[in-house]
Structures are given as C-alpha cells and as structure tokens.
C-alpha cells in the first residue's frame, strides 16, 4: 500500500515562507499527477497546486504567484514553495495523486501568524 508522508510545515509570521515535502512510497511516483492539498477544521480539502507527470502545473487562486510546487521523480518526492505566506493560509497540508486515489498521510500543520 503506498504511503505518503509530508513534512516541514510549523508555525511562521506573516510574509514568512516553508518549504513542503511528500514522500511517496509507490513505484510509479514519476507517472502520475501529484498535488498539494490543504484543510480547515469544518471545511472541505482543497486542491492548491498540481503537477502532471509531464510537469504542467496548476495552482488555485487563492495561491498563485506565491506558492509553487516541484517534483523530484528520483526520489519521488514532491515539494511545495510557499512564500508570502499570510494567515489565510493556515491549515494542514495534504499530498496526494490527483485526483486522490491514495489513503491520505498524516499531513503537516501550517500555521501561520503574528
């Protein structure tokens, strides 16, 4: 069963930035589209970024020009560059395929104020 783990998020001040891993333990990490998600308490997983297996990316609205997602497929690894971080973005930070066909991991907690 694949699993994956994030790490790096923590608590940053505003304008502040983090840098997201995913470890994908699956086999075919390099031809398949990933993507970051996030949750709120009370609120739906949204997708923030995604990448194809070609690297064409998408990032929602509200993240865009600020936040920007990376593969490494030797190390099956997918990262998310979050600058100019603000409150909003506070939540925890999911990896996964997209769409998610995978059990979610554990994620990592963004929190993000003054």
């Known amino acids: 069963q694949v699993q994956l783990v994030e790490s790096g998020g923590g608590l940053v001040q505003p304008g502040d930035s983090l840098r997201l891993s995913c470890a994908d333990s699956?086999?075919?990490?390099?031809?398949?589209?990933m993507g970051w998600y996030r949750q709120t308490p009370g609120k739906q997983r949204e997708l923030v970024a995604a990448?194809?297996?070609?690297?064409?990316?998408n990032y929602a609205d509200s993240v865009k020009g600020r936040f920007t997602i990376s593969r490494d497929n030797a190390k099956k690894t997918l990262y998310l560059q979050m600058n100019s971080l603000r409150p909003e973005d506070t939540a925890t930070y999911y990896c996964n395929r997209n769409p998610p066909l995978v059990p979610w991991g554990q994620g990592t907690q963004v929190t993000v104020s003054s």
């Open positions: 699956g086999s075919i990490f390099s031809m398949i589209a």
């Open positions: 990448i194809t297996s070609g690297g064409r990316i």
